[in-house]
């Protein structure tokens, strides 16, 4: 199976980068440190009551929450959806009540932050059961990834007034807190340490396919579920693109854009090195895809529009020539997603603020060559300069053959 971006994303979920780790480290990972602590009961209490406040200055009576990650958000609940209805109702002026199957309840019980649990059998509908624990009800705010067929049905057995609470979730999501920016830095932590390990293992004739199942091996040894995406020399032009069958060769850049979950935080990292003796062009675009960087992360501030941040690493990428060859936005948030809100990309002229946690990563691309991107975790603080969640690779990092 093609493995993709967001394939990975999916699917997962402050130590030196490579270049900054001693040459007899890079072969080999650490043994897994020990997670660190899950987020408290509390935490989940705090985020209903804003998330009750919320609902009540849109005029809201209640929220219908079904299996997503802002259910795991809300509610401590992190679980896929089925054909089976799991719901939270989280009411504006009452209870958090979770609709679960009843032979799921013991499971869903133990790990979700609620107040009621009302179960439903298999031979039940559980669309009146939902209805009928709404009671007086007359709007709900529906979350934004809600199956359409769920929320009609539902809308019209309790005949209520929907609203997309989207964007409820998304104001409350985009300002992390100490402790959720603490498990994004302990994902890239161990993201820098899963691809300098990695690297150590690149020999001349392996595939793009195969380290990327090296990559995955190293995190598991990291303790946790990770991947991400391996392009050599001029497969790296294309952005999201492979990993395929394509051998490495001496000369050529070798491209990981890879991250992890700790505790259902994600990292997105990407490491652009060198195999073998770099030609003058690859050191040229490198040290230009560098100062881009490094011009967006001195931009990310509190009160900046995402437009402002992106225009200033794009600028350093224009002046060099290479406007035209970076192709896409200079970032994105991150956090229980690999890709959420805010984006720093041209046209959003809304200010970040601080908590905002979001990826600075400017590329260059040129198609039949070679493509070089590189890309940091940050956290925007009310001055500059945003907190680094992760390493910065520095100078371009050479591997011998």
Same mark, same amino acid.
């Given at each position: 199976?093609?493995?993709?971006?967001?394939?990975?994303?999916? %699917?997962?979920?402050?130590?030196?980068?490579?270049?900054?780790?001693?040459?007899?480290?890079?072969?080999?990972?650490?043994?897994?440190?020990?997670?660190?602590?899950?987020?408290?009961?509390?935490?989940?209490?705090?985020?209903?009551?804003?998330?009750?406040?919320?609902?009540?200055a849109r005029g809201l009576d209640a929220l219908f929450v079904t299996p997503s990650t802002n259910l795991a958000y809300a509610a401590n609940l992190a679980m896929g959806r089925s054909e089976r209805l799991t719901a939270l109702l989280l009411f504006a002026d009452g209870p958090a009540v979770l609709i679960t199957p009843f032979f799921e309840a013991e499971n869903h019980g133990r790990d979700a932050l609620v107040d009621e649990v009302l179960t439903w059998k298999e031979e039940e509908d559980p669309i009146p059961l939902a209805a009928k624990a709404l009671g007086r009800a007359r709007t709900l705010g529906i979350e934004g990834t809600t199956a359409y067929?769920?929320?009609?049905?539902?809308?019209?057995? *309790?005949?209520?007034?929907?609203?997309?609470?989207?964007?409820?979730?998304?104001?409350?999501?985009?300002?992390?807190?100490?402790?959720?920016?603490?498990?994004?830095?302990?994902?890239?932590?161990? /993201?820098?340490?899963?691809?300098? *390990?990695?690297?150590?293992?690149?020999?001349?004739?392996?595939?793009?396919?195969?380290?990327?199942?090296?990559?995955?091996?190293?995190?598991?040894?990291?303790?946790?579920?990770?991947?991400?995406?391996?392009?050599?020399?001029?497969?790296?032009?294309?952005?999201?693109?492979?990993?395929?069958?394509?051998?490495?060769?001496?000369?050529?850049?070798?491209?990981?854009?890879?991250?992890?979950?700790?505790?259902?935080?994600?990292?997105?990292?990407?490491?652009?090195?060198?195999?073998?003796?770099?030609?003058?062009?690859?050191?040229?675009?490198?040290?230009?895809?560098?100062?881009?960087?490094?011009?967006?992360?001195?931009?990310?501030?509190?009160?900046?529009?995402?437009?402002?941040?992106?225009?200033?690493?794009?600028?350093?990428?224009?002046? %060099?020539?290479?406007?035209?060859?970076?192709?896409?936005?200079?970032?994105?948030?991150?956090?229980?997603?690999?890709?959420?809100?805010?984006?720093?990309?041209?046209?959003?002229?809304?200010?970040?603020? *601080?908590?905002?946690?979001? /990826?600075?990563?400017?590329?260059?691309?040129?198609?039949?060559?070679?493509?070089?991107?590189?890309?940091?975790?940050?956290?925007?603080?009310?001055?500059?300069?945003?907190?680094?969640?992760? /390493?910065?690779?520095?100078?371009?990092?050479?591997?011998?053959?």
């Open positions: 199976m093609r493995l993709t971006r967001r394939r990975w994303m999916a %699917a997962a979920g402050v130590a030196a980068a490579s270049a900054a780790l001693p040459p007899s480290s890079r072969g080999a990972a650490s043994p897994a440190p020990a997670l660190p602590p899950a987020l408290k009961p509390e935490v989940f209490r705090e985020r209903q009551a804003k998330l009750r406040t919320a609902a009540k067929g769920t929320a009609a049905r539902l809308l019209s057995a *309790a005949a209520l007034e929907a609203r997309d609470a989207t964007d409820l979730f998304d104001a409350l999501r985009m300002i992390k807190t100490d402790e959720e920016q603490a498990l994004i830095r302990e994902a890239a932590r161990r /993201t820098n340490l899963a691809i300098a *390990a990695t690297h150590g293992k690149l020999a001349r004739g392996i595939s793009e396919s195969e380290v990327v199942t090296l990559l995955e091996a190293e995190f598991q040894k990291l303790g946790v579920h990770g991947g991400g995406l391996v392009q050599f020399g001029p497969s790296a032009a294309l952005p999201h693109g492979g990993p395929g069958d394509r051998k490495l060769a001496s000369g050529d850049v070798v491209l990981i854009d890879a991250g992890c979950k700790v505790r259902g935080y994600t990292s997105d990292l990407t490491r652009t090195v060198a195999f073998g003796s770099p030609s003058d062009e690859v050191r040229k675009v490198y040290s230009a895809v560098d100062r881009a960087q490094v011009a967006g992360i001195g931009a990310l501030t509190a009160g900046a529009t995402g437009e402002e941040v992106d225009r200033a690493a794009r600028r350093v990428l224009e002046e %060099a020539g290479y406007g035209s060859s970076f192709t896409h936005r200079l970032g994105h948030g991150l956090g229980m997603d690999g890709h959420e809100h805010p984006y720093l990309v041209r046209g959003n002229t809304t200010p970040l603020s *601080a908590g905002n946690t979001v /990826t600075v990563e400017p590329g260059i691309y040129l198609p039949g060559k070679l493509g070089v991107r590189i890309e940091d975790d940050y956290g925007v603080r009310a001055s500059s300069p945003p907190a680094s969640l992760s /390493t910065r690779p520095g100078d371009l990092t050479i591997i011998s053959p």
